[in-house]
């Protein structure tokens, strides 16, 4: 159970809640006492999780996150039981492979998920979450948001985006000495059916989703803004600044930083199981 004396009986929204991180994150919530809205695209993936959790304090609504009218419906539902306490924006998708050979279409799919629906979320229940004096939103990003992701350029792009829109709108909340707090997670490859057949580089593991979703919302009730897991790549941006960019190459290359996508197999995110 994970900082339950923050998350009992509160609201929590979370989007690709049907497996791998977001199923994870739900589960945890649920021991610490939360209520749930678990949002996915695939209705089986939420049937199976609402049976796994076993309680009446999750409830499912099934939809495409890019659709405004199911993310009004979604916002209706919170008016009406009271509002929102917290923000999940975990939906993804990534489509692996050298930039050239991944279609224009899937490009453009990444960044609409990725990226302009995650805003669109966050622009729709920031009225719910502004003056809320334990408001969180927690946005689920990558370090492939802080160096080069090769293999899956647009995914990276869609990170980057998502960590530069996070910290703007921080800044935002700060001069309006709003309460919220924002959290954007970082966290190298986790072991779920997105990043099938990847390899993290060298001195890195494949993280376990129950134990990145404690420790992110350990460090969301706490306020903390950035989660990067592992630890030590929050040095990596500062060391990727200071060196000479060929330097740079050749130890992404080293690490096997470079090829860590080239045997991905996993779904898109998007595909059905």
Known sequence: MVASSFYLNRRVLVTGAGRGLGAALSHELIESGARVIGIDLHAHLLSDLKHELKTENFTAFVGDIRDQNFR?????????????DVLINNAGVVFGGEFSKVSEKDHALTIEINL??????????????????AGRLIQIASVSGLIGFPLAASYAASKWGVIGFSESLDLELRAQASPLKITVACPSYIQTPLFEGSKPPLFTRVLEPNQIAKRILAKAAKGKFFVVDPVFMRGVPILKALLPHEIWQGLMKLFGANAGMRGWTGRSGITPS
């Open 116 to 133: 302009v629906a995650l805003m669109n979320w966050t622009k729709d229940f920031l009225p719910l979450l502004i003056n809320n004096q």
């Open 72 to 84: 009004l419906e979604v916002r209706r539902f919170c008016e009406k039981e009271g509002g929102l």
